[in-house]
């Protein structure tokens, strides 16, 4: 069995001219275990270093899967698993993801989502599998110690926030209603 959440290295052809790959098949994602249809496309642009965006899902019947990728700059992408019943509930996985690497991170319906940039000027684009529905909007504060991610944040930097993302709750109080479909979080193979 292999973990919901995937790390995706896109193989790039590249020549005189530079590179080309291809970010998205529907029928090799199958393959990857991957068969989620997408819906929406989002880009986002963080300007300041160590802007953190996070941590993020929708809830039932519009919960989202995700596929993320960093199109300028680098950025450190993580997903927690928040499905009630999961033998992994509240542990989390992280990968840098860059424009110079090409990875993405695929975060399934069930986990909640954040990234922190690693230097100025970071555009991130991701696919979902929902539609935004704000009234199912929902997340996990970035820096809760249950959870225990370990943010690349030096010493002496402030992660930038959204008044929204410094308010959100931590997960003790979090009344998740995803299940667990029996694939526990493993780790990424980097």
């Not at 010493?155 to 209603?177: H, N, V, W």
């Amino acid at each position: 069995m292999s973990s919901p959440v995937k790390l995706i290295h896109p193989i790039r052809h590249g020549d005189a001219r530079g590179w080309f790959t291809e970010t998205y098949n529907a029928e090799r994602f199958v393959k990857l275990g991957i068969d989620v249809p997408f819906v929406q496309d989002n880009h986002s642009l963080s300007a300041p270093p160590y802007t953190l965006r996070g941590l993020h899902f929708q809830t039932p019947p519009h919960a989202q899967g995700k596929l993320v990728r960093c199109i300028a700059g680098r950025i450190f992408d993580v997903a927690v698993d928040v499905r009630r019943g999961s033998p992994t509930y509240g542990q989390w996985v992280g990968a840098e993801l860059s424009a110079e690497n090409g990875d993405q991170l695929f975060v399934p319906a069930g986990f909640a989502h954040g990234f922190i940039t690693l230097e100025a000027e970071c555009e991130v684009v991701y696919k979902c599998s929902a539609l935004y529905a704000p009234e199912h909007d929902g997340g996990i504060i970035w820096n809760d110690p249950d959870i225990g991610i370990a943010w690349p944040i030096p010493d002496g930097a402030t992660p930038e926030l959204s008044d929204k993302d410094r308010c959100l709750p931590q997960l003790a109080i979090f009344d998740s209603p995803f299940d667990y479909d029996g694939r526990p979080l493993e780790p990424l193979g980097l």
